[in-house]
């Protein structure tokens, strides 16, 4: 049988064992996750912050996904995923979005501090010398995943953008980036432009 929250609440008597639950609940929960339970909880405004991550990242990463408060399909395949906010395909609990659903800026900002600190940052953060990279480089990189994808480290078709990395060849960083814009489709201009910009992040 499968207990309700609210059920668990209301039964609650301060016993050792509700005690040993609610803890390995709280352990097993995401932090932001919490966080957001509590403001909710609370009635609060959300207020979003990038604070510990990229700023020049986050700007490119807004710059390029451009803000849409309404769900709209996938640009490049017409149909899913079902995107809102700042190229966002997810709610906070892995949901997908549907067309008809809106969304506030502050909501996705909040939505993109979100999913860049839970799935974005650990993955990058596996990176060989990514705590040697400056703040820039690893803004670089933070736009190019949220693009990409977060495990593009490693994966078919991101053999060359690894190698370099690997390698620690910081130089062709800028080059590599460019191979990755989907040559001959219909949004590949826009992601020229974009991979441009990131690498002028990832040499300033």
Known sequence: MTIKFIDAVKNYKDLDHQDRAWEFLQASIHKEIL???ARIYRNEKIKPTFEGLPEKGIEL???????KSK?????LTGAFPITIG???????DGSSFMIGNTITQDEADDLLYFHL???????????PYWNEMNENQQGALLSFAYNLG????GSS???TITRVLKEK???????ALKLYRNPGSKVEFGLMKRRIAEGKLWIS
Do not use: C, M, Q, S
């Open 35 to 37: 966080d957001e339970f």
């Open 61 to 67: 990463i807004k710059k390029y996904e451009g803000f």
């Open 71 to 75: 769900a709209y399909y996938d640009p």
């Open 86 to 92: 700042y190229g966002t395909t997810r709610r906070k």
């Open 117 to 127: 600190r839970r799935e974005f940052l650990p993955a990058l953060e596996k990176i």
């Open 150 to 153: 977060a495990d593009f480290y």
């Open 157 to 159: 078709g991101f053999n």
């Open 169 to 175: 060849r910081w130089k062709d960083v800028p080059e």
